[in-house]
């Protein structure tokens, strides 16, 4: 059974850092790409940052740039998401997701979320369960 599992969430105030992982069973992840979801209260699901399967591009959203940085621990089939200086509206359930379809070079790359928005969403089979965040003084 493919699975990912998400922890590392909680409670911080603004400005500070948490650090998220994401735990691969039943396949390696890195043969795919891997993004960081988030969903806030009362809105849609948003794509938040991917990084390809040989862990030498990413993608983002410009709101987390600077801020979020997501790397690969093959050792540990995990992809990480190191998260700093918080913002209020950094809060949500954030999903960690993997993705086989867009093949380039030798590897899986990422979908550009700032161009397709909520349309990168199908291009990820494979989702965990969710942590939560909340950003809040």
């Known amino acids: 059974q493919l699975s990912l599992v998400e922890s590392g969430g909680g409670l911080v105030e603004p400005g500070g850092s948490l650090r998220l992982s994401c735990a691969a069973s039943?396949?390696?992840?890195?043969?795919?790409?891997v993004g960081w979801f988030r969903q806030a209260p009362g809105k849609e699901r948003e794509g938040v940052i991917c990084i390809n399967s040989i862990g030498t591009s990413t993608e983002r959203i410009d709101s987390v740039a600077g801020r979020f940085t997501i790397s690969r621990d093959d050792a540990k089939n995990t992809v990480n998401l190191q998260m700093n200086n918080l913002k209020v509206e950094d809060t949500g359930v954030y999903y960690c997701a993997a993705s086989a379809v867009r093949y380039w070079s030798g590897n899986f790359v990422c979908p550009p979320f700032e161009v397709i928005g909520r349309a990168a969403e199908a291009e990820f089979s494979i989702w965990g369960l969710g942590t939560q965040v909340t950003v809040s003084s």
């Open positions: 039943g396949f390696n992840s890195n043969h795919y790409a």
